[in-house]
T-cell receptor
């Protein structure tokens, strides 16, 4: 079956540091890949997505590239801000509309 | 576009009572709606998938008689937690799937409902 593995947190960084959150997946077929962000007490917001191999999703300075050869979709940001503190979920979309989530990675950014 | 709302955002109830949570897609008709449960510091657990006019499909381990799902229209799904107990306290999140032009219908998430059972 499908599965998503992402690095455990929390990831603690200082403001303006470089961020990488690793995400790998196993899937049959050609899934779509997503990163969602959840701020405290709120629901999930789509951060970025990629629907096919080699696609790069980007939004708000965050980027992730769909790597089929390494089955990865790592999230990166060149310079994090305190306001980026949240939980980040990597997810795989397959079939009609099913999503398989990773366990989430908490990011804490200090001033 | 693709806004999903949930109501209420927060509810506190006494043990033994029932609580209804509404999920609405505000600007699109949802082919499918999903209900998730999230425990503190944990990922989302899919509870059930519902399609308008048909019975919901529950995930293994989810009691369908306790978590009643009604999908009355293409824009409204409700989750009723019946005879709630403290262990049902959790954060419940719904999502709605919308055709996106390809074979995969993307999910759009509501803001969540915090249920506390005393």
């Amino acid at each position: 079956g499908n599965s998503v593995t992402q690095m455990e947190g929390p990831v603690t960084l200082s403001e303006e540091a470089f961020l990488t959150i690793n995400c790998t997946y196993t899937a049959t077929g050609y899934p779509s890949l997503f990163w969602y962000v959840q701020y405290p007490g709120e629901g999930l917001q789509l951060l970025l997505k990629a629907t096919k191999a080699d696609d790069k999703g980007s939004n708000k300075g965050f980027e992730a590239t769909y790597r089929k050869e390494t089955t990865s979709f790592h999230l990166e940001k060149g310079s994090v801000q305190v306001s980026d503190s949240a939980v980040y979920f990597c997810a795989l979309g397959s079939g009609y509309s099913t999503l398989t989530f990773g366990k989430g990675t908490m990011l804490l950014v200090s001033p | 576009g693709a806004v999903v709302s949930q109501h209420p955002s927060r509810v506190i109830c006494k043990s033994g009572t029932s609580v209804k949570i509404e999920c609405r897609s505000l600007d699109f008709q949802a082919t499918t709606m999903f209900w998730y449960r999230q425990f503190p510091k944990q990922s989302l657990m899919l509870m059930a998938t519902s399609n308008e006019g048909s019975k919901a499909t529950y995930e293994q381990g989810v009691e369908k008689d306790k978590f009643l799902i009604n999908h009355a229209s293409l824009t409204l799904s409700t989750l009723t937690v019946t005879s709630a107990h403290p262990e049902d306290s959790s954060f419940y999140i719904c999502s709605a799937a919308r055709p996106s032009g390809g074979s995969y219908n993307e999910q759009f998430f509501g803001p969540g409902t915090r249920l506390t059972v005393l």
